[in-house]
């Protein structure tokens, strides 16, 4: 069993991009990104740190507005749009989930295409359905990354993914499909979940359940990972999957944390400086 180390895959994928960004300013072109964070959820104000450290490491110029709870649509759009037509600004991400009162898919309908560097727009969204896609979804992406560095074939494997949301599990399977994978997705009305993840090759979970994958869902030298980030109430991070008794049965492995959580941010910078690079033409 191999325990794929994301952490020291992200920091390879990270130094990468420091030297094409250390590039692109050599040929005149600076990347940028602007962060936007409503309120003050716990969680969210940890990842946006996060993602302004990573750009600081990077050479990516950043800014980040921090908005009042209380703030209206009005005001919110009016700062995407004037984000979208700023040159030196080439991603704009808007942390969510945002306040109940905001209207989550006007938001992200509101930044241009070109500009979302998550890929949640519709119009990325299907570019990624039809394989033509610009940016890759930060998270699958990540879990691509892994499997590729880990020397992991994708083709022909039987691939399940439990779970089907937006941001992880319908662009997870698609990803896998693009590889030739033979793609199942499961989700909480699927019926015998256990009888068709103890089949897969390669088992995708992004649940959010602590320790809801346990060893009789794993087939024997399967390949699993974990993209769920749950906080038992002692105040640890633990995934989706058991992993102490999972991981006897795996030929790989993700842990949490320190697996798939620390390669979205590193495809978020991948996905700044690809916006960069198509905006300036490059
Ligand atoms: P969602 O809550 O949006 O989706 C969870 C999915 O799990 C749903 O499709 C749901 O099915 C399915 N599900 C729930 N219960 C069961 C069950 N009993 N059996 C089978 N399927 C079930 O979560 P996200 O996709 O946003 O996130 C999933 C996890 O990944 C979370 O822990 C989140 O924190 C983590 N995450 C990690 C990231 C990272 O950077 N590593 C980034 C984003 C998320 P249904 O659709 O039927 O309700």
């Excluded at 969204?125 to 699958?140: A, Q, S």
Aim: net charge negative; charged share 25%.
């Amino acid at each position: 069993m191999k325990i794929i180390d994301g952490k020291a895959i992200s920091a390879k994928t990270k130094e990468e991009l420091r030297l094409e960004v250390a590039a692109l300013k050599e040929k005149g072109v600076s990347v940028g990104l602007a962060v936007i964070i409503v309120g003050d959820d716990p969680a969210s104000r940890v990842y946006v740190n996060n993602k302004k450290k990573a750009c600081e490491l990077l050479g990516i110029y950043s800014e980040e507005y921090a908005l009042p709870a209380d703030t209206n649509m009005e005001s919110l759009l009016g700062l995407i749009e004037e984000l979208n037509t700023r040159k030196d600004i080439n991603g704009i991400l808007c942390q969510l989930p945002l306040p109940r009162h905001l209207d989550e898919k006007a938001v992200i309908n509101a930044i241009s295409p070109e500009k979302d560097v998550d890929a949640f727009h519709p119009v990325n969204v299907g570019k990624i359905m039809i394989g033509d896609f610009d940016f890759l979804p930060c998270t699958p992406a990540g879990v691509m990354r892994l499997l590729d560095e880990s020397g992991v074939e994708i083709e022909g494997k039987n691939c399940v993914v439990i779970g089907r949301s937006n941001i992880v599990g319908k662009p997870m399977s698609m990803l896998l499909l693009h590889r030739n994978a033979t793609v199942t997705i499961c989700h909480s009305r699927t019926r015998n979940l256990s009888e068709v993840t103890s089949k897969a090759d390669i088992l995708v979970a992004a649940v959010g359940k602590a320790n809801f994958v346990t060893p009789d869902m794993v087939k024997e030298g399967a390949v699993v990972i974990d993209v769920g980030i749950n906080r038992l109430p002692s105040g640890k991070l633990c995934g989706d999957v058991d992993f102490d008794n999972v991981s006897e049965k795996c030929s790989f492995i993700t842990p949490v944390p320190g697996g798939a959580g620390p390669m979205t941010i590193a495809m978020l910078m991948a996905n700044t400086v690809t916006a960069a690079k198509k905006q300036n033409n490059l």
